[in-house]
T-cell receptor, first 115, second 109 residues
Framework: ETGVTQSPTHLIKTRGQQVTLRCSSQSGHNTVSWYQQALGQGPQFIFQYYREEENGRGNFPPRFSGLQFPNYSSELNVNALELDDSALYLC??????????????FGSGTRLTVV | GQSLEQPSEVTAVEGAIVQINCTYQTSGFYGLSWYQQHDGGAPTFLSYNALDGLEETGRFSSFLSRSDSYGYLLLQELQMKDSASYFCAVNRGNNRLAFGKGNQVVVIP
């Protein structure tokens, strides 16, 4: 059991650029959720992927998009970066869509800084 | 709509007991989770309460009162490694968690 792995750990981008963040879910987990955590705040739900389909989305604009692959790994893409996108991006996996009940396994996140 | 209220910070000595409160206001409620997050680390699942009452897991216990829209996390026999941020999160039944702002616990010798 390797847990959730995210890459890269840190990233600096310029306003207007695009970024792709990657997540490998824990072995046996088919559901991946992405959260954005601003400094000093709790994580905010971006979206969830289950069996390669988006399965719920939070209040984030369309420039936030994602993918899930057949091996259940996932990507988060953010276009037209804004300064307010600077945050810790967390990936969380669960063995099914009931992660909210049985607990998510989170990765350590990608710290994105937009300058 | 929804809101989760958590006090911001508490300092306590090793061996003490700390209670972290969480009040919520939400249009849908299925349960309340608690997560621990060390600085720069991954949030770690601690507990989930779907029904009223107390759930005990080792040194940590979590309580829920649905009628009061209130829950708390009780940390007993505090250890230095318990220094972290603690978040309550509402399960609104739509495959997502709504987290509060968190409460930082600082344990001193």
């Amino acid at each position: 059991e390797t847990g959730v792995t995210q890459s890269p750990t840190h990233l600096i981008k310029t306003r207007g650029q695009q970024v792709t963040l990657r997540c490998s879910s824990q072995s046996g987990h088919n559901t991946v959720s992405w959260y954005q955590q601003a400094l000093g705040q709790g994580p905010q739900f971006i979206f969830q992927y289950y069996r390669e389909e988006e399965n719920g989305r939070g209040n984030f604009p369309p420039r936030f998009s994602g993918l899930q692959f057949p091996n259940y790994s996932s990507e988060l893409n953010v276009n037209a970066l804004e300064l307010d996108d600077s945050a810790l991006y967390l990936c969380a996996s669960s063995p099914n869509v009931q992660g909210a009940v049985y607990g998510y396994t989170f990765g350590s996140g990608t710290r994105l800084t937009v300058v | 709509g929804q809101s989760l209220e958590q006090p911001s910070e508490v300092t306590a000595v090793e061996g003490a007991i700390v209670q972290i409160n969480c009040t919520y206001q939400t249009s849908g409620f299925y349960g309340l989770s608690w997560y621990q997050q060390h600085d720069g680390g991954a949030p770690t699942f601690l507990s989930y309460n779907a029904l009223d009452g107390l759930e005990e897991t080792g040194r940590f216990s979590s309580f829920l009162s649905r009628s009061d829209s209130y829950g708390y996390l009780l940390l007993q026999e505090l250890q230095m490694k318990d220094s972290a941020s603690y978040f309550c999160a509402v399960n609104r039944g739509n495959n997502r968690l709504a987290f509060g702002k968190g409460n930082q616990v600082v344990v001193i010798p």
